[in-house]
T-cell receptor, first 116, second 114 residues
């Protein structure tokens, strides 16, 4: 079945570092991918919609200069957390939807980001 | 605006008990999808089911069953004869048709004790 690959699965880095997370659709094309953030014991909150070939659409309250999204191809979206700080520590998870339509979104396995 | 409410924050049962996880939703869309996902301690989201708003038939898959009641805007999930491996956080989610992005409930943490 359809699979979404998210990499890396875990990142631990120092404050001030920029971290890039990749989301790939492995056997389907996705013009749209979604990035969610999950705090401990909380629900998934949509951060932004990644659109292939155009700018991402950010949800209210999400800093677009902090969370850079690039969707350069139909199978890859990247989320870069710039100048990360401890408060950016969280579980980030992406999803992608097969552009052929009438398909449920498929989630990656998530990235656990820890900023020291 | 869309909203998903999972009123049960935590549920604890003993193995082999049946357990029902509640989900109530709000939407102005006439066509939408409802989902249930399982998130085990390892963190990944496991897709369990998708239901189209036009399809109110109940569904059974092994020990899992889902009851969709459009009249009460509910999409409840029942696990029959629960097992320890069912312990996880379960999320109910809603998305407008063709929108792709989902609105999630706060999740219900299910603990099944041996």
């Amino acid at each position: 079945g359809a699979v979404v690959s998210q990499h890396p699965s875990r990142v631990i880095c120092k404050s001030g570092t920029s971290v890039k997370i990749e989301c790939r659709s492995l056997d389907f094309q996705a013009t749209t991918m979604f990035w969610y953030r999950q705090f401990p014991k909380k629900s998934l909150m949509l951060m932004a919609t990644s659109n292939e070939g155009s700018k991402a659409t950010y949800e209210q309250g999400v800093e677009k200069d902090k969370f850079l999204i690039n969707h350069a191809s139909l199978t890859l979206s990247t989320l870069t957390v710039t100048s990360a700080h401890p408060e950016d520590s969280s579980f980030y998870i992406c999803s992608a939807r097969d552009q052929r339509g009438n398909q449920p979104q498929h989630f990656g396995d998530g990235t656990r980001l820890s900023i020291l | 605006a869309q909203k998903v409410t999972q009123a049960q924050t935590e549920i604890s049962v003993v193995e082999k008990e049946d357990v029902t996880l509640d989900c109530v939703y709000e939407t102005r869309d006439t066509t939408y999808y409802l989902f249930w996902y399982k998130q085990p301690p390892s963190g990944e989201l496991v897709f369990l089911i998708r239901r189209n708003s036009f399809d109110e038939q109940n569904e059974i898959s092994g020990r899992y069953s889902w009851n969709f009641q459009k009249s009460t805007s509910s999409f409840n999930f029942t696990i029959t004869a629960s097992q320890v491996v069912d312990s996880a956080v379960y999320f109910c989610a809603l998305s407008a048709a063709n929108a792709g992005k989902s609105t999630f409930g706060d999740g219900t943490t299910l603990t099944v004790k041996p």
